[in-house]
């Protein structure tokens, strides 16, 4: 029998595969101090367990779990060599109790013990990302309602399009970050599975309750086929594709604003920019540029996630403890970009003046003009031939497209007269941005009604939102609660 309580922290170990050339490449150590906390409940609520199913008598859980207590003080740094966390904390917990400290590991595997792990400190990650995107839809909302009839230029490939509302663009963000809310709560309710008490994949003969564990660990339900519990890393995927997902609805907001401050059309807080170390007039947007840098990160690691996983056979291996760390840089990186993304929506400040201007410029208001002959009887392909001629015509002379160019176009394209189908007035205010944008009330449009009607809608959708986040971290709050009383009945 091997040695138990020795220094050099091989306890766990059999002496023949205590060290090696390669001893730093297979350990985890390091990185799985991001488990650590969830290790030692996942400990705890595994020792419960065992006592409650007569695996182990009650003396005996009672030294594991104090033992655990100090592993947790000490924390992560304290702990002596082992090839990961788990086994770690069990050297560290034999150190203190003896051989009979062994009994931890008892009717379960390192497997079910990481995947279970992994599931519990993802579930506080994915609750902080989720929050920080509530955070940033609060902060477009603002914008929208302060905004919500600041005339703007809308673009298509990047070229004027039609005027809209600033409330309007900031409403569009605010809606897709709302689905990007809704796909990291989707990925969590299958994240927050317990595979505990799968074993190493092939179950165990102790009467473990599986559901008592997963309970003690606010776990909704276990994964139950023990295979799966301890193979299964999709949950990481889906963590991952929804991150990369809303990583990349973040570089477009990003690539606008920078877009947006090279235009004077907004001006970012000196919070929110960077100077040059040579040119002293400069302010860049430099964090917008490194939120839309992030959905590179982003998509690197769910890339690497999916290659890693790809065509690994049944049941465990050891390639899984090279997957976890790309969803935790992932949801670091992403989550950072979402906070950093609010605060500079928040205080940037949208120069209403500029906006008007160039919403006005390039003849935007076009498609207004031919609504409003459609609307008057003339077929919209007509009326879109005639708006065309018109920007000729103006392109021609070099001026802005007025009531004359509208007229001298639809003489040569109509039988009879513009002012057949509309007067004068009307086509005037058609070519006025404000005008223009008013006119398109329909349901989720630019004018300042829609705009207002939407943000209704969105904030009644983020509270919420926010409530459910809210409601998960009470449950896991909860479950944190009943753990820790139900480990003082014993020490
Ligand atoms: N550190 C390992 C991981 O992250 C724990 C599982 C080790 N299991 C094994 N069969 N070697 O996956």
Sequence with gaps: ????????????????????????????????????????????????????????????????????????????????????????????????????????????????????????????????????????????????????????????????AQPTTVGHYLLSYEQALARDFERLVDAFQRVNRSPLGAAAFAGTPFDVDRERTADLLGFDGVVTNSMDAAAARDFLVESASALATLATTLSGLAEDVVLFANQGYLALSDDYSSTSSIMPQKKNPDTFELVRSVAGDASGSLTGLLTTLKGLPRAYNRDLQNATPHVWASVDAVTEAAVVAAGGVATAEWQVGTLAEAAGSNFSTATGVADLLAMAGVPFRTAHEILATAAELAAADGRDPDYEAVDEAASTVLDGSLSAYVDRDAVEAALDPAESVAMRDSAGGPAPDAVTDQVTEADARLSTDESVVDGLRES?????????TTVTDYV
């Design 476 to 484: 896991i709050d909860e479950s944190h609660e009943r753990l820790t």
């Design 1 to 160: 029998m091997a040695e138990f309580g020795s220094d050099d922290g091989t306890a766990v170990r059999r002496d023949r595969f205590s060290g090696g050339p390669a001893r730093g490449f297979v350990s985890s150590l390091s990185a799985d101090e991001r488990i650590f906390a969830a290790d030692v409940a996942v400990d705890r609520a595994h020792v419960v367990m065992l006592a409650e199913q007569d695996i182990l008598d009650d003396a005996t859980a009672g030294k594991i779990l104090t033992a655990l207590n100090v592993v947790e003080v000490e924390g992560h740094g304290a702990l002596p060599e082992g090839e990961d966390v788990h086994e770690a904390i069990e050297t560290a917990v034999i150190e203190q109790v003896g051989p009979e400290g062994g009994k931890m590991h008892t009717a379960r595997s390192r497997n079910d013990e990481v995947a279970t792990c992994i599931r519990h400190r993802l579930r506080d990650d994915l609750l902080d990302a989720a929050e920080a995107v509530c955070d940033l839809r609060a902060a477009l909302l603002a914008g929208a309602t302060e905004h919500a009839d600041t005339v703007m230029p809308g673009f298509t490939h990047l070229q004027h």
